[in-house]
């Protein structure tokens, strides 16, 4: 079973900070997601990726193959990006049981 | 709207009263599945399918029954509700469990007294 690590577990910025979310994981996988989920709130996708880099308005996600290794960027966040960031990987091989899920880190972005 | 629709959104029961959640998908995606998320536990699979008639387990399948008799419907039954099943569920669906987006349900919170 993939191990999936996310870090930090929480992390408070103030608006306007460029913010860095981490995940690790431990076995090749076929496709990597970062989620969003605000508070009481539903799940939704940002990104899916398998290699190199993917932007959307001021998020990135980026992912490196051989370190087993992505990270979700923010530019310029706003307080609006106060939400739980998840990252979930599917890896081949492991059944069809889909993702695992990282725990998600909490990201508060203060005015 | 396209997406998956889970009802209720709020739900509190009875331990041993049983109960269905919905799920439906109208986007004639093949792959569905549940899921529970926990404090400090993350997301974890419960059932899975890979299409009308096929179902499976994941990881934390006790207490919990589904079935698929058509592509876009996936209901997740509780047949004895207990208070570790208190938490929030999640439907999502995809084209496939591999190299496709998923699109999730808004989620419904269960307490279960």
């Known amino acids: 079973k993939n191990e999936v690590e996310q870090s930090p577990q929480n992390l408070t910025a103030q608006e306007g900070e460029f913010i860095t979310i981490n995940c690790s994981y431990s076995?090749?996988?076929?496709?990597l997601h970062w989620l969003q989920q605000h508070p009481g709130g539903g799940i939704v996708s940002l990104f899916m990726?398998?290699?190199g880099k993917k932007k959307h308005g001021r998020l990135i996600a980026t992912i490196n193959i051989q370190e087993k290794h992505s990270s979700l960027h923010i530019t310029a966040s706003h307080p609006r990006d106060s939400a739980v960031y998840i990252c979930?990987?599917?890896?081949f091989g492991g059944g069809a049981d889909g993702l695992t899920f990282g725990k998600g880190t909490h990201l508060i972005i203060q005015p | 709207n396209a997406g998956v629709t889970q009802t209720p959104k709020f739900q509190v029961l009875k331990t041993g009263q049983s109960m269905t959640l919905q799920c439906a998908q109208d986007m004639n995606h093949e792959y569905m599945s549940w899921y529970r998320q926990d404090p400090g536990m993350g997301l974890r699979l419960i059932h899975y399918?890979?299409?009308?008639?096929?179902?499976d387990q994941g990881e934390v399948p006790n207490g919990y029954n589904v079935s698929r008799s058509t592509t876009e419907d996936f209901p997740l039954r509780l047949l004895s509700a207990a208070p570790s099943q208190t938490s929030v569920y999640f439907c999502a669906s995809s084209q496939g469990p591999f190299n496709y987006g998923y699109t999730f349900g808004s989620g419904t919170r269960l307490t279960v007294v």
């Open positions: 076995v090749g996988i076929s496709a």
């Open positions: 399918s890979v299409g009308a008639g096929i179902t």
């Open positions: 990726l398998s290699s």
């Open positions: 979930a990987v599917t890896t």
